[in-house]
């Protein structure tokens, strides 16, 4: 079983930048597709950004342009740097596969929350 660990959230203003980890064990880490996930307050897990072993990103149109997913495969660690955000990016971050359902395992999560 994969153990995740999520860091980096915080407290920032809008506008701001923060930088999110995600260390990752086991060998399978480094092949396999990742995805950072976000459940804002009241609402449901939603997908943010994937990344293929090889380093191909995807982003949902909601935070294109202003957030970066990248990967370490040596230290299994998933970045997501985010730029310019925003109130309505306020939510709990996760990491995890690409696909992952709910009854999968997940890590604590990393707070993020964004002031007007």
């Known amino acids: 079983q994969v153990h995740l660990v999520e860091f980096g959230g915080g407290l920032v203003q809008a506008g701001g930048s923060l930088r999110l980890s995600c260390v990752g064990s086991?060998?399978?880490?480094?092949?396999?597709?990742m995805a950072w996930y976000r459940q804002p307050p009241g609402k449901q897990r939603e997908l943010v950004a994937t990344?293929?072993?090889?380093?191909?990103?995807t982003y949902v149109e909601a935070v294109k342009g202003r957030f970066t997913i990248s990967r370490d495969n040596a230290k299994n660690t998933v970045y997501l740097q985010m730029n310019s955000l925003k109130p309505e990016d306020t939510a709990v971050y996760y990491c995890?596969?690409?696909?992952?359902?709910?009854?999968?395992?997940w890590g604590q999560g990393t707070q993020v929350t964004v002031s007007p």
């Open positions: 995890n596969f690409v696909n992952a359902r709910s009854t999968d395992s």
């Open positions: 086991g060998s399978i880490f480094r092949i396999s597709a």
């Open positions: 990344i293929a072993g090889g380093g191909t990103a």
